[in-house]
């Protein structure tokens, strides 16, 4: 056990701790291992504390804690505690932010880039989680400008904001594909335009038609598309008149194929479909192209 009077020379605490003594001299200079005296040749001496002293702002150190840190912790500003807690968080959020840099390259490395997604991957791996949720509140706020808050449909803005707070910790593929496939969708200028017509028309009454049924859309339009049966042909007018019947005046069904149109738009589909992968739900089958074809059907009989 170390006697509590005896003095150490900075070469002495140096061999003692394994600490250079460059390197306690300049802790010392920096005001956190202080001598407790000086010999008669101006030498600093240090007691047996200093050893548990440098130890300490050793460990400080080796963990990432800058000077100024360490100092408070010695100075018992702050405790020991506070300032791990505030450094695992911060470990956590560059580990989050590895990941997402390693899912990236690995994007790369799998499929290859043009310089334009590199660019833009590269960019959204360095944003933080509020500056990508920044992109999609931006292009929501354009999309909705205008509209009134109450107006029917207005509901819809704060769903198309549901992005989640970062990637997953360990991001799949096809998250990190959706991300970049997100990013530039909402930054194309059509799609923009496109999002922010439907919005208007919505908000001016022009409700999503209550009909027809979209299970009987999904069953017989789907069916339709995928047997490849045009919807202008007589069988396409069977499978036609299955979803809206027969005997729809002319005018009718295109005033429906209108209002259809206006809310049918594969982009905007897949808006929807990658905020459920980023989100981690379940994946839903595209309705659009069966909706295509009935719009279709309708104005072959118009």
Request: aromatic share 4%.
């Amino acid at each position: 056990m170390s006697d509590p009077t005896e003095m150490l020379t900075i070469g002495e605490l140096a061999r003692r701790t394994g600490v250079s003594v460059r390197t306690i001299r300049f802790w010392s200079d920096s005001g956190m291992i202080a001598p407790t005296g000086r010999t008669a040749g101006g030498f600093r001496l240090y007691d047996a504390g200093a050893e548990a002293r440098v130890g300490l702002v050793r460990t400080l150190r080796e963990l990432g804690l800058d000077l100024d840190t360490v100092c408070r912790v010695l100075e018992r500003q702050v405790t020991v505690r506070d300032v791990a807690t505030a450094h695992v968080r911060a470990l956590d959020a560059e580990i989050r932010t590895l990941r997402v840099r390693r899912a990236v390259l690995d994007r790369v490395a799998r499929e290859g880039s043009t310089t334009e997604e590199m660019r833009v991957m590269h960019e959204l791996a360095r944003m933080s989680a509020d500056e990508r949720q920044g992109i999609i509140d931006d292009f929501v706020r354009e999309t909705f400008d205008g509209v009134d808050p109450d107006a029917p449909g207005a509901h819809i803005a704060q769903a198309m904001r549901t992005m989640p707070a970062h990637l997953p910790a360990d991001p799949t593929p096809e998250q990190v594909d959706a991300w970049v496939e997100l990013a530039e969708l909402v930054s194309d200028e059509q799609f923009r335009q496109r999002t922010h017509e439907m919005a208007l028309a919505g908000a001016q009454g022009e409700q999503q038609p209550e009909g027809p049924d979209p299970a009987k859309v999904a069953e017989h339009a789907g069916r339709a598309v995928g047997e490849h049966i045009a919807p202008g042909s007589a069988a396409g007018t069977e499978i036609l008149h299955r979803i809206v019947g027969p005997h729809l005046p002319a005018a009718e069904r295109a005033r429906l194929a209108d209002r259809l149109a206006t809310f049918t738009d594969r982009r905007v589909e897949r808006y929807w479909q990658l905020l459920g992968v980023l989100n981690g739900r379940p994946p839903f089958p595209s309705q659009v192209p069966a909706f295509e074809w009935l719009i279709a059907a309708l104005r072959a009989r118009v």
